[in-house]
């Protein structure tokens, strides 16, 4: 599809990448109330004015980073990608890299969910519900996962438990690095999900 695109379409992609791109580090480095619209101009090489051509508002930025963020994961996922073979340990990588994300910061997290609320857009929380629910119903088709559970159900068990488990970890509760926090959970859940004893009531 890149390579229909116009050189004018291309240039424009590329600066609205750029923006984005400025945004998030800078929102990683100061925070989201102290970067300003003209600081994230600068750092993307282009004048405030361009900003504006892209987004409406600094808030109008956020769900715009979700989206290109989540495509980004997409592709890490893929196996032609260097992914692993195995969906369970996809859904690991999936929750190790969100978890780097800087949007999965608790300040800006809230920021995203209110800009969400109020542009009636898609919550990021959904998306992820929705990538976790895909790498589940690629589980039970590789027998990795039981196929008499609903994946959309799974999928948002896993979501809930990375937030809990992130939330715990920021707050200090664990001791563990937040990767291998992470990948425990999953084994964890995947005693009742795949153990010999597990039976649906």
Same mark, same amino acid.
């Given at each position: 599809?890149?390579?229909? *695109? ?5 240039? @424009? ?12 580090? *800078? ?20 004048? @405030? ?8 508002? @600094? ?11 989540? !495509? !980004? *994961? ?6 032609? #990608? ?8 996809? /859904?690991?990588?999936?929750? +190790? ?21 109020? #542009? ?19 589980? !039970?088709?590789?027998?990795? /996962? +039981? ?10 068990? /896993?979501?809930? *438990? ?11 509760? +664990?001791?563990?690095? &937040?990767?291998? &926090? ?20």
């Amino acid at each position: 599809m890149q390579d229909n *695109l116009s050189r004018r379409e291309r240039k @424009k992609q590329r600066t609205r990448q750029r923006l984005m791109g400025a945004a998030l580090r *800078l929102f990683q480095e100061q925070g989201y109330d102290d970067t300003t619209v003209g600081q994230i101009a600068e750092a993307a090489d282009v004048a @405030k004015s361009t900003f504006f051509n892209y987004f409406e508002t @600094k808030e109008a930025i956020l769900p715009a980073l979700v989206e290109w963020q989540l !495509q !980004q *994961l997409e592709e890490a996922l893929l196996p032609e #990608r260097g992914a692993p073979a195995s969906p369970v340990a996809r /859904i690991k990588l999936a929750l +190790c890299l969100v978890a780097e994300n800087p949007l999965t910061d608790p300040p800006l997290a809230g920021r995203l969910f209110v800009a969400g609320m109020r #542009r009636r857009e898609t919550h990021p929380g959904l998306a992820l519900l929705n990538l976790f629910s895909e790498q589940v119903c690629q589980a !039970q088709a590789a027998g990795e /996962i +039981c196929t008499d559970l609903d994946p959309i159900y799974l999928g948002g068990l /896993i979501r809930a *438990l990375f937030f809990q488990q992130l939330m715990m970890w920021h707050h200090g509760y +664990c001791p563990l690095p &937040l990767p291998e &926090l992470l990948c425990a959970t999953v084994d964890l859940l995947m005693d009742g999900v795949a153990g010999p004893e597990w039976r649906r009531e």
